[in-house]
């Protein structure tokens, strides 16, 4: 029995939705897409919701909606589309490192990192944990900076009764294939309550505006079938994460007392979009597992400050991010994982330790 990291769902409402709007509508955006956008924007409680192509465009988007153009604080651990956004944007990133905890960013490390030239801070809810957005939001109020939140891993995670993508002035979201859900190939959203933010990402979304472009733009549009996919994930998503948070509590009753891993903290704010451990002789581990057939990930294996592109950013080492890559595994976490499967796992894990 092969078990994979992660395993998107697909039912027949979803296929039927699909072939509809493909016999109905028009391919790209339409009626399917200002549904899906009314929907989401319902769902994490926000007056808009602006659909593009991927979550590296939402990130890019909402840069450029407003006007950033200096330094941005983000993580170094977490995927590289975070950053790469930042430099597409025409800004600069500025490291934050992760607390050893959580693996979020750390709010101290943010107040470490302001200097005049910072305008933003690019909070990611890594792993499907919501950030601490109480203590973000503070500096950010106190020193005027923006908050773009990265939630391309934490779809319908509540923070203090607030959704993330919520909390903010920008939310961004992706739905490419693994997410917690998807729109069955690659998406994005947008979420905000500014109306000027939502019109300009409108825009930009459409070559800037197409034959009347106000701004130079890009082609950033929603699929109308992957819109009529989403709607339908999207009323499964949040059944599909209480399945997650009942995985994690049983790796966690299963795996407790391995003293060669260390396990993610157990939150209910957390949607687990990855089930994520820190694992001594971690690709030994990894490699054992894998001649078992079952698969992990490893997300993410180089800090993104010491990837080459990016090395230039960086002004100290970030030991916290650092230590994670090395040692970082993603568990098998997918809403249709059985319990049977999830128990060979953690037999396996036990077996590997020599428990
Ligand atoms: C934290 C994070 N940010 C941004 C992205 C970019 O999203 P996309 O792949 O849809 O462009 C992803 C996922 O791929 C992600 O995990």
Redesign the pocket.
């Known amino acids: 029995m092969v078990i994979p990291t992660s395993m998107p769902v697909v039912d027949e409402e979803m296929e039927k939705e699909v072939l509809r709007v493909l016999r109905e509508e028009f391919f790209v955006g339409g009626k399917s897409v200002e549904k899906f956008e009314e929907e989401f924007a319902e769902y994490i409680g926000v007056d808009y919701a602006v659909a593009v192509s991927?979550?590296?465009?939402?990130?890019v988007i909402a840069l450029r909606c407003l006007g950033i153009k200096g330094k941005v604080i983000a993580p170094p651990m977490?995927?590289v589309?975070?950053i790469e956004?930042i430099v597409l944007a025409g800004a600069k990133p500025k490291f934050a490192d992760i607390d050893a905890d959580t693996w979020n960013i750390d709010p101290k490390e943010i107040e470490k990192a302001i200097d005049k030239d910072v305008e933003a801070i690019m909070p990611?809810h890594?792993y499907g944990l919501p950030c601490e957005m109480k203590e973000i939001m503070d500096i950010a109020e106190e020193k005027g900076l923006y908050v773009i939140e990265?939630c391309?891993?934490a779809h319908g995670a509540i923070y203090d009764n607030k959704k993330v993508g919520s909390i903010g002035d920008i939310g961004?979201f992706?739905?490419?294939s693994t997410?917690n859900m998807t729109v069955g190939g690659?998406?994005?959203m947008i979420t905000t309550n500014d109306k000027k933010v939502a019109e300009m990402a409108k825009l930009l979304r459409e070559h800037g505006g197409s034959n009347f472009a106000e701004y130079i733009g890009y082609n950033a549009r929603m699929n109308t079938m992957n819109a009529a996919f989403g709607r339908v994930q999207l009323k499964r998503l949040d059944e599909w994460n209480k399945r997650r948070k009942e995985l994690a509590k049983m790796y966690h009753e299963l795996l407790g007392g391995i003293d060669k891993i260390k396990l993610p903290i157990i939150d209910e704010r957390h949607v687990y979009h990855l089930f994520v451990i820190e694992a001594e002789d971690r690709d030994g581990l990894r490699e054992y597992l894998r001649s078992k057939e079952i698969f992990c990930g490893i997300h993410y294996p180089v800090a993104i400050h010491e990837l080459k592109p990016y090395r230039e950013y960086a002004e100290k080492n970030y030991p916290n991010s650092e230590h994670h890559a090395k040692t970082c595994l993603s568990l098998p976490m997918y809403p249709t994982l059985s319990d049977e499967e999830l128990k060979m796992v953690c037999d396996e894990i036990r077996k590997f330790y020599g428990e």
């Open positions: 991927s979550g590296t465009d939402a990130l977490t995927f589309a975070t956004s990611v890594l990265d391309a891993q961004c992706s739905f490419y997410k690659n998406g994005g």
